[in-house]
């Protein structure tokens, strides 16, 4: 598939790319905030789009609120260490990184549960007559699988359709239109503001899965008018693993917003311990049974960073694609053309925060990570061929980015035929 | 109400109830076990029954897995910390204060979450012709809510009965009963062996709620036969702020049981990304988004407590039972007969591990129990007039109970008519 005579890795190129990346990081306006993370010596950390790094401010507020809170107040912390408004506080810092108003954000609960809550609220805000569920057809399977089930328990039928193709398939009978901003897999940036005007037209509600892009670039719900959204905290948020997940419900929808799972919680006044369900107002309606209150508060601590000199969504977004493209160079540069196949589009407007790259012929993604893994380029993969780079402007330097692809050189140089690729110590991966 | 010729507080039988305390802290075999937990100076903590206290192992633990496992393994704790493994794994333990079988229970989730998922897998394992969900008329109000959502969404009839009517309620159309195993208000504890027994010879399946039981007793889940279980893990599991929950699924329904919230982690092969959902066996078919990984662990780490020398589940009960007469003792050695009506049977058989008290005529619970607070005697409450007395038998003691007995009558004193309580320090209650 590629011409060998191309295929050797021209070490003079390495240290120009060397070189313009200690260029590069020197003059980031961010390089300062990859200090207020936790890094590994030696580790070059790309699975930032799977969990994100450590913020260095969350083992001392954790064990703050461990001892103290938890240890000494105990149950008064639920006042006075304000543990019970947390869901909408975090949730307001979240709908600053998202673009939404305050009040419409409320942090609980995991993805998937919150992509059944804004399905069905969804549906019902639709109203009876329409009965088509339209899904991003590549969805992060738990989208599409709890799609199913809300489809199910609420009478209406279940439509994949291509994301690009959602604005022309939403139609009279669509309640509403279910989107992975961001592909999971190949990190296509879809079209949010047309899509979300497209099923407007069509009389529906765009809901839109935020987890592979809030945090890694603007997202813009109030400005373009989104009606319902989700999205995880620990990815390009950092908020730890399995940090709770958030619901976006818009202002003008939350009167009417209502929940299939509502917790106590989620009640207008939940300590009169009444036997009808009343919803309270605003983003506390999405809220179900008692927060995971370590994991909430450490997210909450882990959000500080977005608070340092210089961190605003412009400057995270223009590194990102900085990055990106610089990557993609790097990869060419000490790649042969065509050996990794480029999944993610070139074009920034498609382009989220990860690059993916299709495993040469006749190796696999897990077997690549893996060896990539031992020279310390930490990466993810999805089976059976993608390998996914994930950019964290706020710590990833572009000398990772130019490290991670001579890695990938090396691991990757014997399979597509060479000797070795830009080093030749550590783990190879041969064609099978 | 109450004679006043009888109210006075006689100071010597409070000095024997003291020394009686002593002796039966001294002769009890769980008194080391109180030492595996933090404490406040001068704080009597009987509020356990809402937050569990502080066990020491949590702190350390909780913050090796925040810098070693998040900090520094990143990604791969995933598999070599054991997180994906922990929602069953930890499940596993808690099976063993439950009495429930290995492999069918999973940690996930808040307890409305997991109500919503017992109810309608429940009603979808008792099949069409079952259109009644029975629900404990004086339950915690969330199982309630969340019943009437699952009820709407799965065409059923939701029917309040009163738990002790709830055997006999169950008929041919009942698809299940959802049942507090204790009574969050008043401390009565369920009949589980004969309502499950009544409710399986209507041909209807029990699903209990085991908030305010596991941990405090034997539960028996595997032994009575239960169908379905959920419970918190924050209270007398002192998992932490807002630790989840967890599903019980008995053996002989996993197969059939067919989740509403079928979300990836639940998936027979979840990182196998595929489109179509098929559900993992065993436990693990209960779960849906990624598990809230901190608050997990610091569950995991606060059930060590119970691998401790002389833990078991009969001398819990049998102290539990010790500690909640002696307080009764206590409360109507230094109380009028009748100043504050019992409202937890006296019956053992009949009775959980709190003891809930009504507020003398003219006072109400908060303004009680907040000078109770004043005082060093920490306790919840229940709105309009009900004062909730949790005991922990892994950590609270008899002088906690006696001086429990002697705060509330310094309290409410001025409210029945007297001077003053047992010391007349600190804050009281007059009535209003």
């Known amino acids: ?13 390495r240290a120009a790319l060397r070189a313009e990346a200690a260029r590069r990081d020197a003059a980031d306006p961010l390089a300062p905030v990859r200090e207020l993370f936790a890094h590994v010596d030696g580790e070059v950390y790309l699975d930032g789009n799977s ?67 804004a399905l069905v609220g969804g549906v019902r805000l639709a109203g009876p007559e329409r009965d088509e569920i339209l899904v991003d057809a590549e969805t992060f399977p738990t989208d599409g699988y709890i799609a199913a089930s809300a489809a199910r328990m609420t009478d209406r039928r279940l439509v994949p359709v291509p994301a690009a193709e959602i604005a022309s398939a939403a139609g009279p009978r669509t309640a509403l239109a279910l989107v992975n901003h961001v592909d999971y ?29 809030a945090g890694a670039l603007p997202v813009g719900l109030a400005e373009h008018g989104v009606d319902l959204a989700v999205g995880c905290t620990y990815k390009y948020l950092n908020g730890g693993p399995g940090s709770p997940a958030y619901l976006y419900v818009a202002p003008r929808h939350q009167e009417r917003f209502d929940s299939p799972l509502p917790g106590w919680n989620g009640h207008r006044d939940p300590f009169a311990m009444e036997s009808g369900y009343a919803p309270a107002e605003g983003a506390a309606r999405g809220r179900v049974g008692t927060p995971e209150i370590l994991s909430l508060l450490a997210l909450e601590a882990a959000l500080d960073v977005w608070d340092a000199d210089g961190v605003d969504l412009a400057a995270v977004r223009a590194k990102s694609l900085e990055l990106t493209d610089f990557f993609l160079r790097c990869v060419e540069s000490v790649l042969p053309a065509g050996a990794c196949e480029v999944l993610t589009p070139r074009r920034h407007e498609r382009r989220g925060s990860q690059i993916a790259l299709r495993c040469p012929p006749g190796t696999d993604a897990r077997t690549v990570a893996e060896a990539l893994a031992v020279r310390g380029t930490v990466i993810d ?28 050189a090396a691991v990757v140089g014997p399979a597509i035929g060479g000797e070795d690729g830009a080093e030749a110590d550590g783990p190879q991966v041969e064609a099978v």
Request: net charge neutral; proline share 7%; glycine share 8%.
């Open 51 to 117: 969990l994100g790094a450590l913020p260095k401010a969350v083992p001392e507020r954790l064990a703050s609120v461990v001892a103290h809170e938890w240890g000494r107040l105990r149950i008064r912390s639920w006042t006075e260490s304000g543990w019970w408004q947390a869901p909408e506080r975090v949730g307001d810092r979240i709908a600053r990184i998202t673009g939404a108003e305050p009040g419409s954000t409320v942090v609980s609960d995991s993805t998937s549960v919150n992509v059944f809550k």
């Open 185 to 213: 897999r190949s990190g296509e940036l879809r079209d949010l503001p047309g899509t979300t005007a497209a099923v407007h037209a069509a009389g529906a509600l765009a809901v839109w899965d935020l987890c592979h892009s």
């Open 1 to 13: 598939m590629s011409d060998l005579s191309e295929r050797r890795v021209e070490a003079p190129a």
């Open 381 to 408: 993969h999805r089976p059976p061929d993608v390998l996914r780079f994930g950019f964290t402007p706020l710590y990833t330097s572009f000398a990772d980015a130019e490290r991670a692809a001579a890695d990938l």
